[in-house]
Nanobody
Framework: QVQLVESGGGLVQSGDSLRLSCAVSGRAFSLYPMGWFRQAPGKEREFVSAISWSGTYTYYADSVKGRFSISRDNAKKEHYLQMNNLKPEDTAVYYC???????????????????WGQGTRVTVSS
């Protein structure tokens, strides 16, 4: 059974940083692309960032470019989202997810992912 567990969320002030982690078990982590999504109250789940299976390619939503950075450690079966210069509009529950196609060329839709974590809450106060 595939399990994804996020950690690292919390309450911070505007301009602060957080690092989210996602630990994967139950599958060959290094074979698949990984992504981060977020969902604010009353809004749809939206794409934040994604990384290819090798880590060579990374993708970001325009709203987080230049502030967030995604990375992965295939040996540890973890991937990370470094979030800098956080803003109140970044407040949401953040979810990590993984695909089931190694050479995927689509990353921005929740439908591209088959396994999800339970989410970690990030709250940014102004």
């Amino acid at each position: 059974q595939v399990q994804l567990v996020e950690s690292g969320g919390g309450l911070v002030q505007s301009g602060d940083s957080l690092r989210l982690s996602c630990a994967v078990s139950g599958r060959a982590f290094s074979l698949y692309p990984m992504g981060w999504f977020r969902q604010a109250p009353g809004k749809e789940r939206e794409f934040v960032s994604a990384i290819s299976w090798s880590g060579t390619y990374t993708y970001y939503a325009d709203s987080v470019k230049g502030r967030f950075s995604i990375s992965r450690d295939n040996a540890k079966k973890e991937h990370y989202l470094q979030m800098n210069n956080l803003k109140p509009e970044d407040t949401a529950v953040y979810y990590c997810a993984t695909q089931d196609r190694r050479y995927s060329n689509t990353f921005a839709s929740p439908a591209d992912y088959v396994f999800w974590g339970q989410g970690t809450r990030v709250t940014v106060s102004s």
